[in-house]
């Protein structure tokens, strides 16, 4: 286990000079400070996984900059901030829940990342209307939105999602029918999946992809 912060302007020279690093994994350790700017000047890089460690500060756009991104987990710290605009068509997963995160969830997500299967946003302080480009995510497999204030029609995805919402209950935030999980108060939900570990199994080991399927060289033009 890595511990206390660590100082990423020497770490990131280091990094900088392997143009072959595929992924950077440091799940489950108490890293501190910012999100490392520096990922997003990684060429090569496909999966970034810092989840459940004590970073703080806001989701520097950068990273999401490399051209063949496919995963970005960043769930269980302590990042703050609004949800930055991402322009992604090669990203697959994005998981951000269990953080402190503010505001709307930007119509850019379903404009520029149109190829996203799994998208955790779970118990953070999101609020207002889903963008109606989410409809554009015809990918979409997996979608969480539990303990935000967010409101919307998912309709629409039912028989192709797997969706956890807050569609049932007295006040119910979002329309569907299909949730797998509706209730914000729901003692059985919050399950949350491994992004990276999920979509480096699918594109790399498709005997292992839980959903039986390979993904297309069309994703990743």
Request: hydrophobic letters at 40%; charged letters at 15%; one cysteine or more.
């Amino acid at each position: 286990m890595v511990s206390s912060a660590i100082p990423w302007g020497d770490t990131a020279n280091n990094f900088l000079a392997l143009n072959t690093i595929f992924a950077f994994k440091a799940m489950e350790n108490e890293l501190t400070g910012p999100v490392p700017q520096f990922l997003g000047d990684l060429p090569n890089i496909q999966g970034v996984g810092l989840g459940k460690n004590k970073l703080t500060g806001e989701i520097p756009p950068h990273i999401f900059d490399p051209p063949g991104l496919l995963g970005v987990a960043l769930e269980g710290n302590v990042i703050s901030g609004t949800l930055p605009s991402i322009n992604s068509k090669s990203l697959l997963g994005l998981s951000l829940h269990s953080n402190r995160l503010v505001g709307t969830v930007p119509a850019s997500l379903g404009e520029n990342c149109s190829n996203l299967m799994f998208v955790d946003l779970a118990n953070n302080q999101l609020n207002g209307t889903l963008p109606s480009s989410f409809q554009k995510l015809e990918s979409l497999y997996w979608l969480s939105l539990m303990k935000n204030d967010l409101s919307g029609d998912l309709t629409s995805f039912c028989g192709s999602l797997i969706i956890q919402a807050d569609c049932k209950g007295p006040k119910p935030e979002v329309t569907c029918n299909c949730c797998v999980c509706c209730r914000d108060e729901d003692k059985f939900c919050g399950t949350y999946i491994d992004i990276i570990t999920m979509v480096w199994d699918c594109r790399y080991d498709p005997d292992n992809c839980p959903f039986g399927f390979a993904f297309d060289e069309f994703y990743f033009r």
